[in-house]
């Protein structure tokens, strides 16, 4: 049995050996050694970042930075190590063709560049192997737990299979009794656990990756104890059992846990995986899982770039090359560079990251440095800046980067915040709306900044810098400015003097307007949501004040001379565009103090007079040259107006928008601004009234048909009663009641309506005059054949029925009343209805006087009187009863039932007439009688008998009266 001290004596080389390796790697890691340029030791598994940065200075820099850089692009490719990943170029061919096109190499150079670079010594292949914990291991102590260490190494030169020892004989110690000593490796030992973790990496050279074989052996650290310890540990009769089994080995004998084997040539590049450990007998068959990483990496690469710069710059230089070829590749194909690599750079560049040992972190960083620089030259969006800004964040440690890494990171963050604030300040031009994804793009940029200005790293290395929003307000305000004055520049007229000026003027403030319209749809809530800036008030306030002061200077130099017509519209364009501005101001709240805008108005209050004349004199130019073109003639069968009546409408719609554009904001000033609308607008009706008369004439001089000047005529009418509608919707148009609450305080109660009010019903007074004359006119026109109908109609003969009599009158009516409802509007039909209903009762009543002693001739007049009743009611669509039944119609209707009864008729007429007043009376002033009274219907007679009389009026001299009867 062996000692203890035989037990130490044995292992001491193994010991020996993973203190030097572990020293070795530490001191790697806080003090990498220096190299010369001309023989470089290649990056441990740690990253050596600062290697000599010495190139090749021969020639073109440059060309010979690119050709270096291409010549490590080709080792990579040509010493490629693992199986691809799934989404990776399989094919070296397609590699190297993609290289060639990316660096634009011609081809007889790319083949002796490719055939330099075969040449060169291939690099050391290592394994980099990381132990990162165990799980479900055997428990071997007394205790049941186990103090568990691994042995790992490489086999080279045997062919096995995965997963297993192969067909070699089973044995416990493969990698002590296998591998040499000095290529073996030995993590910590984790005591008294079956879950244990190491965290611990290895580098392990191999040379020919297809003979070569991954081998870890788990083992539990045993050591020298009493018998009296290993029963204080015992827990139950397992660890009873584990005492008597340890009684039978030699003393300090390590017992083994379970191996794992992996053939290098199935690894991945990077492979992270749980294996299961296997055992050497079917004891125990399950012995848990153990989790390990492997990375195939090279060292003492022979190109050039790899000997004289640092790993993580020459993979800078190369993410820059091949993003720089896809961003341009995409370019040239008319679509944007989403971000995603294609296949074959993302291949490349996994592989010389992998292959140079690269950390992620490094890799993250190399990659927001590339981005961030290609950004500001290449065109591609900035959302794919935010990956490498989280994964930096994710990974940040200010140690793990020396000096220079430092100043190269802090430099990215300042140039990256200059251009984009450069952006920003531009973003009018830089992101127009004309193109369609240009609000997401600023969105896009502002949250790369706003992410960038969060990271630990930009909080360390940035430290004296502002704060995001203060830098975007300040630059915002900067490029509004510079925006304005380059829109001046844009706008200068070509021909100095006032009128261009204006002209130039207006246009920098629609421009304004229009920018402002903009930046509250569209930029204010992008820059709102991401930064808190308010980009709309800033820009308000901006630009008022620099619009104010050059409106001011123009109208100054306006006012000292006469405003001219054309001066006098610029400025009321001007005035317009202006309030249009001033209505776009913020709330009080959202505002600092007054603004240069306040009271705008009183700079144009030299040229009201103007606009009102101007205003005037175009609409009666108007007027004039509508009526002079309208040949009176309706627009449709349900448009019963002419032309000039729908321009004059228009004209008025104009002048009521100058009203409303005008909008004049002192109260008093308003008002009579709004007398002198109505007065121009009433003086324009009166006078179309007058033009449009003239023009009936002068068309119904030149025609021979008296047909077409009935047509004209009403034609005429109706124009009248559309203007006189328009007219009446003045009120509301011209916005009364708005106005009457604003001069309530300024003006007398009542003189609103004295004066507004008053001059509204003198026009639609005239306008209704006229209307009635033109009416009372085609009523002349038919009550001559009215008449001439109704004196035939009583002297027709006998032998003709008083139906058959009245017939041409009613054909005479139904054919010139449908005309006239075809013709005239509702309103102007329904007036000359009224005329001929009553001149057609005059008449009737004139011819019923003359005929009172023919009964036949009334009896005409009468079914006459029924059927024109019937035809001026038309079913509900002429005139209504009420206007029908006049006192006229009702005395001339029982005159002419009188006239046509017989005599016995009217002899019942008038019996039923005392009867029915003998009913009505309910006093006795002449006294009462008492009658009784009985018919025989056999004899025919009737028979009456007077019983008694009482309160009888006295008519003898003795105030008696003598009572008799027949």
Known sequence: MATPLSHLQRRPPLV???????????????????????????????????????????????????????????????????????????????????????????????????????????????????????????????????????????????????????????????????????QTHRTQVVEQTLNPVWEETFILEFEDISSSSFHLDMWDMDTVESVRQKLGELTDLHGLRRIFKEARKDKGQDDFLGNVVVRLQDLRCRED?????????????????????????????????SRSQPSYAVHLLLLQQLVSHEVTQHQAGSTSWDGSLSPHAATILFLHATQKDLSDFHQSMAQWLAYSRLYQSLEFPSSCLLHPITSIEYQWIQGRLKGEQLEELAASFSSLLAYGLSLIRKFRSVFPLSVADSPARLQSLLRVLVQMCKMKAFGELRPDSAPLPR??????KTGTAEWFHLKQQHHQPMVQGLLEAGKALLGLVQDVVGDLLQCRHTWNKIFQNTLKVDLFSMAFAELQWLVAKRVQDHTAAVAGSPVSPEMGESLFQLYV??????????????????????????????????????????ALARVQRAVQMDELVPLGELTKHSTSAVDLSTCFAQISRTARQLDWPD???????????????????????????????????SQKDQGQAANMLCVVVNDMEQLRLVIGKLPAQLAWEALE?????????????????????????????????????????????????????????????????????MKFLEVKLCYMNTNLVQENFSSLLTLLWTHTLTVLIEAAASQRSCPLASSRLKVALQNLEICFYAEGCGLPPAALHTDDFQALQRDLELQAASSRELIRKYFCSRIQRQAETTTEELGAVTVKASYRASEQKLRVELLSASSLLPLDSNAWCLLSHA
């Open 667 to 701: 109260p008093e000033e308003a008002f009579m601004i709004t007398v002198k609308f109505v007065e121009d607008t009433c003086r324009l009706a009166l006078v179309y009234c007058s033009l449009i008369k003239a023009r009936a004439r002068e068309l119904s001089a």
């Open 273 to 305: 995986h749980w294996y299961p450990l296997e055992p050497c007998t079917e004891t125990y068959p399950d012995r848990g899982r153990c989790h390990l990483q492997f990375q195939l990496i090279h060292k003492r690469r022979a190109p050039a770039a």
């Open 16 to 182: 020996r050996q993973a203190i030097k390796i572990r020293r070795r790697r530490v001191r790697d890691l806080q003090d990498p050694p220096a190299h010369s340029a001309q023989e470089i030791e290649p990056p441990s598994h740690h990253l050596s970042p600062e290697e000599g940065a010495a190139g090749d200075s021969r020639g073109d820099p440059a060309v010979s930075q690119r050709a270096l850089l291409y010549e490590e692009a080709l080792y990579t490719v040509l010493h490629r190590l693992g199986q691809p990943e799934p989404s990776h170029v399989r094919e070296a061919s397609e590699l190297l063709s993609y290289l060639q096109e990316a660096f634009h190499m011609p081809p007889d150079e790319h083949q002796q560049m490719l055939q330099r670079v075969q040449k060169l010594e291939k690099p050391i292949f290592c394994l980099k192997a990381t132990v990162k914990q165990a799980k479900g291991i055997l428990g071997k102590d007394v205790s049941g737990f186990s103090d568990p260490y691994c042995l790992l190494g490489i086999e080279q030169g045997v062919s096995v299979q995965a997963g297993s020892p192969g067909s070699r004989r089973r044995q416990k110690a493969v990698v002590r009794h296998t591998i040499p000593e000095e």
């Open 471 to 476: 830098l975007v307000a300040q630059t915002l």
């Open 741 to 809: 609450q604003r001069v309530g305080a300024v003006l007398e109660q009542g003189q609103l309506q004295n004066t507004l009010h008053a001059q509204l019903q003198g026009a639609l007074a005239g306008l209704s005059h006229e209307i009635r004359t033109g009416v009372r006119t085609l009523a002349r026109q038919l009550e001559v054949g009215i008449a001439t109908h109704i004196q035939k109609l009583v002297g027709v003969k006998e032998s003709v029925l008083p139906e058959d009599a009245i017939l041409p009158l």
């Open 577 to 618: 565009s202006l309030k249009e501005l001033y209505q776009l101001r913020p709330d009080p709240t959202d505002r600092d103090g007054v603004l240069a805008l306040d009271g705008f108005h009183r700079w144009f209050q030299p040229a009201i007079p103007s606009w009102l004349q101007k205003t005037y004199s175009v």
